[in-house]
């Protein structure tokens, strides 16, 4: 396909300038070539000096197109078949701007072939097209391939530059030298930037300080390049101007072209250059004895630099410092605030002189400027004070079994003023603590119990006054820390003190575990020692130390079946060490697996072929039911065979033959009626005279009794017994009081058997004058007595007053 171009020449190597100006003359060629062709019927001329043939096709070099055309519609190329074809061809474009987005920019005469732009072209917009261009037979057939076809648009100086902020901001530090940059502005243009469309300029044609007038001469310049702004002269001071205000302008064309304007403006900060200096330099302040005070007085210093800024702020520092005062800086005011923090006492110093030195926080940088201080003297006011005490909290240490009457602590505390003072212990929970009211001397009063619930982590707490007598009563308080330490005041007691022993267990699991307990705390508790207390069972028993608070009771010899009574004894670690005995009861048996002793038929027949354990059980069950109900019929009958008749006395059964045998019961005999030995026994037996030994006491055998004798149900058990008579009066008359009084001692004894069970009246006396009652019978006849004073006994002799003196 051959083209007829007529579009703009142009040529990468000219300048800009030179293209435009060729560009139109190219322009002006084409227009007078284009009539010229429109009026020729016959072939045009085609100039191509250009093209070459590469495989049967154009290559059509780019056309250039400037952009805003205000010629429209504006020829750009013509393009035409080259091949012999005798019918009709037509022509057809496609491509962005003519089909595709954006649509309606170019368009092609169908019949000649000419390229043409229908609408001024933007080349901020689109750069660059590239279209297809087609030689069809009037069918649809291509007649050849499609050409490609690119068209560049041709840039405008058609855009001012735009400054990228419409104000600037920087900052700059006073005193800075010239040639400091300050800050850098920036413009963009949306020309081509290959061209001095988009050649930026920079300057800057105003500027203004505040406060107005205070520096004439110009301080900045601009880089017209690079737009960086720099400082020009020296003389930046904040203290004469704060900050500028600078007009910019940018130009395109190399500052040549079209042009904008911005605004920047520029602050002056603060160095730290002036010291600060107080104003005035002696100052006078009043201070409370006995009181911190969070403000005694303040002093001024003032600082030229900026307010509130980092170079203004003010330290202050006591050159002389006592403990007694601290100063710090007010972060509004910025001065300084002096206070005590360590209490005045006018009797030791009256007044203080104190240096006070002013500086800034941040270093200072000039080296002109020198630190500053300022003298203050502070006066102590006196006032009648408190009584203080040495030590709060008062801290004792001493053993709970300490001694009453014990000092714990004197010279507690005493009064500045020397005055007269009082003590007194104002909280004692348990009252174990006495002080002398005038001395404050602290006495222990009781001796004190580690565990009392007023003691916390083995401390006591009290709270101690004093008051001063000579001052309208003004006061103190203190803790007394009493912090007991643990003493030995309670023997271990052993446990258990009875258990089983299995014969048939392994050695090594043979035995009874033994423990005890201890009401003291280490380190006078555990660890605890055993030991048997009889040595001729120690032959045969012994005891193995497990750890600090068990041990195993174990047999030394082979034991099958039985019941010992092992007398233990335990000691503690404490010192001194305390003990306690115990006799441990021991059953030794086969046992279960359970470690519960075996039934008699179990242990014979080794639980194979004995009958089970809830039959025995059931066995033992009604053969128990036929005891008691056995007992319950010989009580009866006993009851029965003894009834007391009507009117009679307790001495009055059912045999009127028998009532001798009935009121004395002989079951012991003496050698005669001089002999005390065998007949010197409680006239009443009391159930205390045959109760088991102590604990304590150990027989050499171990055959102790284990049972123990009826007690009565209405009244306490093992109070004190009331003394029965030991001997009958000398006179016979008497014996009624004699006998009134042993009953009376009976019925008010607590440990006697229930008022219902029968007492022993088995003693006969003897070295009276009347002799026992044996002798009533044996000295005469029975006509001889008189037997009328037996009737004035009570009832229970009525029947043998009746016996004697029948009437």
């Known amino acids: 396909m051959a083209v007829v171009y007529c579009g703009h020449w142009g040529s990468k190597g000219l300048e800009m300038k030179a293209v435009v100006v060729l560009v139109a003359l190219l322009t002006i060629v084409c227009q007078v070539s284009s009539s010229r062709q429109k009026q020729s019927d016959a072939n045009p001329v085609v100039l191509n000096p250009w093209r070459h043939r590469v495989k049967r096709d154009w290559i059509i070099p780019p056309i250039r197109v400037l952009e805003n055309s205000k010629q429209l519609p504006e020829d750009l190329v013509q393009i035409k078949s080259d091949k012999i074809f005798t019918g009709e061809v037509i022509y057809m474009l496609e491509g962005p701007g003519v089909d595709q987005d954006p649509k309606g920019l170019f368009e092609i005469d169908d019949k000649t072939g000419w390229i043409k732009s229908k609408v001024p072209l933007d080349r901020e917009k689109h750069k660059s097209f590239k279209l297809k261009a087609f030689a069809l037979s009037p069918s649809g057939e291509r007649l050849e391939s499609p050409t490609t076809i690119e068209i560049y648009v041709l840039d405008q100086n058609d855009n001012r530059p735009e400054f990228t902020q419409k104000e600037f901001i920087g900052t700059i530090p006073e005193f800075s030298v010239p040639g400091t940059s300050v800050m850098q502005v920036t413009a963009v243009d949306s020309d081509d930037p290959l061209t001095d469309n988009a050649a930026l300029s920079y300057s800057i044609t105003w500027q203004e300080c505040d406060p107005p007038r205070g520096i004439n001469k110009t301080m900045f310049g601009i880089n017209n390049k690079t737009g960086v702004i720099y400082i020009r002269d020296v003389g930046l001071d904040r203290d004469v101007v704060q900050s500028f205000r600078l007009t910019l302008q940018v130009a395109d064309m190399s500052g040549m072209g079209l042009t904008s304007s911005s605004r920047a403006i520029i602050h002056i900060s603060d160095i730290n250059n002036h010291a600060p200096k107080f104003q005035p330099t002696t100052y006078n302040m009043y201070a409370m004895e006995n009181k911190q005070i969070a403000e005694v007085g303040r002093v001024n210093a003032t600082d030229k630099d900026q ?15 006592s403990g007694h005062f601290a100063i710090r800086t007010d972060p509004v005011s910025n001065q300084g605030i002096i206070s005590v923090i360590k209490s005045l006492d006018y009797e030791s110093q ?86 002398d009211h005038s001395t404050g001397q602290i006495m222990a009063k009781k001796t004190f119990k580690i565990r009392s619930p007023y003691v916390k982590n083995n401390i006591y707490s009290a709270v101690v006054k004093v008051t001063d007598q000579d001052a309208d009563g003004i006061s103190a308080t203190a803790t007394l820390e009493v912090n007991l330490w643990e003493t030995n005041d309670y023997p271990p007691l052993l446990i258990p003190q009875s258990g089983t022993v299995c014969s048939n267990w392994d050695r090594d699991k043979l035995g009874l575990l033994l423990s005890a307990l201890d009401e003291d705390m280490s380190p006078q508790a555990d660890p605890f020692s055993f030991g ?7 032959a045969n028993w012994t005891i193995i130390t497990l750890n600090e608070t068990h041990a195993v009771l174990q047999p030394l010899v082979d034991i099958e079946r039985g019941e010992f009574s092992i007398p233990v004894v335990v000691s503690d670690s404490g010192s001194p060490s305390l003990y306690s005995s115990a006799l441990v009861n021991v059953t030794v048996c086969p046992c279960d697996s359970f470690g519960d002793c075996k ?87 009391s159930p205390s005279d045959i109760l088991p030994a102590p604990a304590s006491f150990f027989p050499q055998d171990c055959g102790l009794p284990r049972g123990k004798q009826p007690q009565r149900k209405d009244a306490p058990h093992y109070l004190p017994s009331p003394t029965y008579p030991r001997k009958p009066p000398g006179d016979p008359t008497d014996i009624e009081d004699f006998i ?4 009376d001692a009976a019925d008010n004894d607590p440990n006697v058997p229930p008022y219902d069970t029968a007492l022993i009246y088995d003693y006969e006396g003897d070295g009276s004058v009347a002799g026992s009652l044996s002798s009533i019978a044996s000295t005469g006849s029975d006509g001889d007595q008189d037997y009328d004073y037996l009737n004035d006994w009570g009832p229970r002799f009525k029947k043998l007053a009746n016996m004697y003196d029948p009437r």
């Open 599 to 685: 039934s008699i038929t179990a242990a014979i027949f080794d639980s194979k072929i004995g009958i089970s354990f809830i039959a025995l059980m059931i066995i033992i069950g009604c053969i128990a039911l036929l005891l008691v109900l056995l007992l319950l019929t010989v009580a009866v009958r006993s009851c029965t065979s003894q009834n007391i008749k009507k009117g009679g006395g307790l001495l009055v059964g059912a045999s009127d033959d028998d009532i001798r045998d009935n009121v004395f019961h002989y079951d012991e005999q003496g050698g005669g009626e001089e002999d005390e030995e065998a007949f010197n026994i409680d006239f009443l037996r």
């Open 740 to 743: 009134n009084v042993g009953l």
């Open 307 to 321: 307010r509130g800024g980092d170079n203004w702020r003010i330290k202050y520092t006591i050159v002389n410092p």
């Open 532 to 538: 048997i207390a009889d040595q001729n069972i120690a």
């Open 350 to 435: 009256a007044e203080y002189k104190l240096i006070v030195k002013a500086e800034n926080e941040v270093k200072l940088k000039s080296p002109y400027e020198q630190v500053h201080s300022a003298t203050v003297t502070i006066r102590v006011i006196n006032e009648n004070e408190a009584p203080i005490f040495y030590k709060n909290p008062i801290k004792v240490t001493v053993p709970e079994s300490v001694v009453p009457g014990t000092v714990l602590v004197s010279d507690i505390a005493h009064d500045p003023d020397n005055a007269n003072l009082r003590f007194e212990i104002i909280q004692d929970p348990d009252e174990w603590l006495a002080i």
